[in-house]
């Protein structure tokens, strides 16, 4: 699995791609897998691997069919981590793979630009799951699959006046509050991550000063084991 991700990502042939991708697809889609490594790896290297864009499709993408663009794979991402999908499929979906599906996902989202057809579309219905997923009271217990979904925020938002952002960052600054400690500090990470990317539109930069405030309020106001955290976040800005 791990050497397929470092062939994929170096290669600029889109069938060896397609390949890869059509294998690693084939590996997270079986149930029973002896081993939770390999469908780990599999995770790792579909995220690392992102097809050519193809063009908007009437027809819905199908989750049990293999992805052959990049749309296809963010779906199929979509819908692996769908938390009304997983009482059919917790024979294929265990916690240790579903915890890597977030960073997959913006991973694909981002790799070489956003250059899909209807982008914002797709950051738009992949932050709102992601935001449910690190929810206090969200569908998933499992710390593993939160931290996933903390730190792939970070990836995916922006700092723009966009709803979508305000969303974002307003998620991870109620994760940085509640819930389990290494969640909160990774939500933290994200939050400066999220508050230092500009974002689309007239005002990209429309939420740093806030998000900046915030964890330096944080910063003072904390105990110690957690002010270290908040000097990491503030040196990403």
């Given at each position: 699995?791990?050497?397929?991700?470092l062939?994929?990502?170096a290669?600029?042939?889109?069938e060896?791609?397609?390949s890869i991708?059509?294998?690693t697809?084939t590996?997270l889609?079986?149930a029973?897998?002896?081993t939770?490594?390999?469908?780990?790896?599999?995770?790792?290297?579909?995220g690392?691997?992102?097809?050519?864009?193809?063009?908007?499709?009437?027809?819905?993408f199908?989750s049990?069919?293999?992805?052959?663009?990049?749309?296809?794979?963010?779906h199929?991402?979509l819908?692996?981590?769908?938390?009304?999908?997983?009482r059919?499929?917790?024979?294929?979906?265990?916690d240790?793979?579903l915890?890597h599906?977030?960073?997959?996902?913006?991973?694909l989202?981002v790799?070489?630009?956003?250059?899909?057809?209807?982008?914002?579309?797709?950051?738009?219905?992949?932050a709102?799951?992601?935001?449910e997923?690190?929810?206090?009271?969200?569908p998933?217990?499992s710390?593993?699959v939160?931290?996933?979904?903390a730190?792939?925020l970070g990836?995916?938002?922006?700092?723009?006046?966009?709803?979508?952002?305000?969303e974002i960052?307003?998620?991870l600054?109620?994760?940085t509050a509640?819930?389990d400690?290494s969640v909160?500090?990774?939500?933290?990470?994200?939050?400066?991550?999220?508050?230092?990317?500009?974002?689309?539109?007239?005002?990209?930069f429309?939420?740093?000063?806030?998000?900046?405030a915030?964890?330096?309020?944080?910063?003072?106001?904390?105990?110690?084991?957690?002010?270290?955290w908040?000097?990491?976040?503030?040196g990403?800005?």
């Open positions: 699995g791990y050497a397929l991700a062939i994929g990502h290669s600029s042939d889109p060896v791609r397609k991708v059509a294998e697809a590996i889609m079986q029973n897998f002896p939770a490594d390999v469908k780990v790896a599999s995770m790792i290297a579909f690392l691997v992102p097809l050519d864009a193809g063009p908007t499709s009437a027809q819905p199908r049990s069919e293999v992805p052959t663009t990049r749309q296809e794979q963010i199929f991402l819908d692996y981590l769908d938390p009304s999908q997983q059919a499929n917790q024979r294929s979906r265990k240790v793979v915890a599906v977030p960073r997959a996902l913006a991973r989202l790799a070489d630009g956003i250059d899909m057809p209807e982008p914002e579309a797709l950051r738009e219905r992949a709102r799951l992601l935001l997923v690190l929810a206090p009271r969200g998933y217990s710390t593993l939160q931290q996933g979904a730190m792939a990836q995916i938002g922006t700092a723009s006046d966009l709803e979508i952002d305000g960052v307003n998620g600054l109620a994760a509640t819930g400690q909160r500090r990774f939500a933290m990470i994200s939050l400066a991550q999220a508050g230092s990317t500009p974002g689309p539109g007239g005002a990209p429309a939420r740093t000063a806030d998000v900046r915030h964890l330096e309020r944080m910063h003072t106001r904390s105990k110690m084991n957690t002010r270290a908040t000097v990491l976040a503030l990403v800005f």
